[in-house]
Structures are given as C-alpha cells and as structure tokens.
C-alpha cells in the first residue's frame, strides 16, 4: 500500500487535543487531521469538559502540564462522568516518572512523552480509537439488547395476559367458546337471552357417598366429570357449574347456537350413553349408580358473577329452575324435556310420554317427555 493510500484510509474518528499551547495544538493537527482524524482543539481543561459535553469523541490527547486545571484534573474529572468513563485518554508528558503515575492513578489510559515522535502519536491514537469504536460497538448493541429485550418483556406480558384471560374463560366455556370470547370479553356482560338449559344429576350419589371412602369418592367423581366436560365441549356448550354430581351446562349463549335444542339433546344423550359404560364398572365395585337429566328452554338473565379474582359465568331465571326440577324428578336414564324441546327435536329423537307434572315453585303443569333414544339415521 502506497503512504498516500495509507493517509487516505488511516485516520476513523475524533480526536480531541488539549493544550495550554497554540503551537502545540497546531502541530498535533498538522500530524492527525491528513490521516483523516477530525481533529477538535482546546486551551485548557474546562474547554476541554465542555467540549465533551457537546461532541462525539473518540480519543483525548492531554497535556500535563496546564494552568488552572491540570492533565491529571481533568482526567479524574473525564472518569467520573458516567458519559465518558470509558473514553480513551492519551497524556502529553515531559515529566518524570511521578508524573506518570499521577496520570495512571488519574486513570489515563497510555502516555506520549515530549517531543513526541509522530509514528508513535499515531500508533497509540490509531489503538486507543479502535478500543474505542468496539466500546461504542458493544455499548450500541446492548442498548439494542436491551431494547429486544423490553419488547419481548412486553409482548410476554401481553401473551401471559392473553393466557390468563383464556384460563378465566375456561372456567366456563368450552374451548371454542374461550377463543372467540377472549378477543370481546364484553360479551359476558348481563344481558337476556333465551337458552336452552341441561342438568344432569346421578342417581343414588347420596347414599353412595355416604357408604364409601372419600378417595373412592373422588375416583367415580372424576370418571363422571371427564366424560361430562368431553361431551359438553364436543356439543359447545357452556359450563356454569359442578356440583358434585349435579352438573348445569346451557347452549345459545355467549355465542347463539342455530339450534341449541337439538345441541343440548345430543350431548344429553351422549352423555347419558357415556356414564351407562361407567356405570358397568361401578357396578362391579358395588356401586348403583345411574343418571337423570332434565331439559328446559326459555329466557334467562345471563352474565358474569363473583368477585375480583373469581367470577363465574351464570344463567338465572326460571327456565334453569325448571330444567332443575325435571332432572330432579327423572328415574334412572330418563332424559326428560318439556313440550317446547320436543316440538324442535322430535324428528330426531325416539320419546315417551311421561305426562303433565307440576314441578315444585311452578304455578302450572308441564308437559314431559322422556327421550329414549336418537331416531333411526338421525
């Protein structure tokens, strides 16, 4: 490589000299500005801080030897400020070896001694402003880290927040249901709609608990409630509540069902048929245990209860209470439904007239309806 070429591409950076002076400062601009260094220039120390203040520095040449503010002076003063801790500093020294360690405990980073030789005032500026473009490298990097960082810190949040909201819906919603929900929470809002309402409740539960050992108990509980909540998702029903064997699921709300009839049915029926299997099992570790559900279709309020930290979605009406009371009065697999279910599902399903009942709280007889079984090719 030609010196020309060598001037041309040797110099990166900003060099600031400090020199008490002028001819001193005029000779080190003569040495680095044709290496391509920007060379800035100040008579003493202060000028010098300010001057740090306000540009992008690379490497500071300091003089010793300075009235007022001296080298070492301003070198403590340059390693205190958080903003030009780590900015390499040359010192310019004609002293003896006291001096130099003055500026080491100063916290200067290399020493040039006068008169200085130019091949080595280039050699050690070319170094220190290399240390210094990989300090700003770094530095810049893990600012842009951090920032990463923040953004992904946020969208985590965001997403934990995202989870924790579709583990509320879960509550009591189907999975379906919790996704469409969790974007317009809104629509758990108290609002009146009509709704189909399914209760299932297991026969000989009482007895059965009361004669058994609680982990027994828990054992059959948790077979029922398995295949119930596998039922109830498949069909996109809403969960309201357990308890204990008793379970209330509606259908057409949060979101409208086109048939909520024909959906609260089919997930009885299949239900029905689930805990028959169960029940084979049960038998066979003593256990009579059965089902009865009731149907029921009408207006209800609907809308979020409970209290920061815990709410339930709930239906409350009268059409909750009387599919209550049906499946309290159902036998073993009876699937009971009033006259408005059966108008909506009797082309699919095999019934059995029970007959008018008055239903315990009700001022008039309903018409019920066993269901037996799905209709041939339904």
């Known amino acids: 490589m030609t010196e020309e070429r060598a ?53 500071v040449l300091l003089d010793v030897q300075m009235p007022g503010m001296d080298g070492c002076e301003v070198c403590r003063r340059i390693r205190r400020d958080p903003r030009t801790a780590f900015l390499p500093v040359v010192m310019i020294t004609a002293g003896a070896a006291a001096q130099r360690l003055e500026g080491l405990e100063a916290g ?36 842009e880290i951090a920032g990463w960082n923040r953004e992904l810190e946020a969208r985590v949040s965001a997403q934990v927040s995202e989870l924790e909201r579709v583990g509320r819906l879960r509550r009591f919603l189907s999975p379906q249901l919790a996704d469409i929900v969790v974007n317009d929470e809104e629509m758990l809002a108290s609002h009146r709609r009509e709704i189909v309402v399914v209760f299932c409740d297991v026969r000989g539960f009482t007895s059965f608990a009361e004669a058994s050992e609680p982990e027994e108990v828990m054992h059959v509980l948790a077979e029922y409630h398995l295949a119930l909540g596998a039922r109830i998702d498949e069909h996109r029903g809403t969960l309201e509540r357990f308890t204990g064997d008793g379970v209330m699921v509606f259908f057409g709300d949060p ?61 409350i009406g009268s059409v909750t209470n009387l599919a209550a009371r049906l499946c309290s009065d159902a036998t073993a697999w009876q699937v009971l439904v009033t006259d408005r279910i059966l108008a909506q599902v009797e082309e699919r399903v095999a019934t059995e007239l029970v007959g008018d009942v008055q239903p315990k709280g009700f001022s008039r007889p309903v018409r019920v309806h066993d269901v037996l079984a799905r209709s041939t090719g339904s």
């Open 7 to 59: 001037v041309e591409t040797e110099g990166q950076g900003t060099v600031l000299a400090v020199d008490d002076q002028p001819q001193n400062l005029r000779l080190l601009d003569a040495v680095l500005s044709p290496r391509g260094y920007h060379v800035l220039t100040a008579a003493g120390g202060q000028e010098a801080l300010d001057l740090l203040l306000s540009e992008n520095v690379d490497v």
């Open 108 to 143: 200067a980073d290399d020493f040039i001694t006068k008169p200085f030789d130019q091949a080595e005032l280039l050699a050690r500026v070319r170094s220190l402003a290399r240390l210094k473009s990989y300090h700003d490298t770094v530095r810049r990097q893990a600012g």
């Open 255 to 315: 979101v409208e069902d086109p048939d909520p009839a024909g959906s609260g049915v089919a997930m009885a029926l299949a239900v029905r048929d689930d805990v028959r299997r169960l029940s084979v099992g049960w038998a066979r570790r003593g256990h009579d245990l059965a089902l009865g559900i009731g149907i029921a279709q009408g207006y209800a309020t609907l809308g979020r209860i409970g209290y920061p930290g815990r709410s339930d979605y709930a239906a």
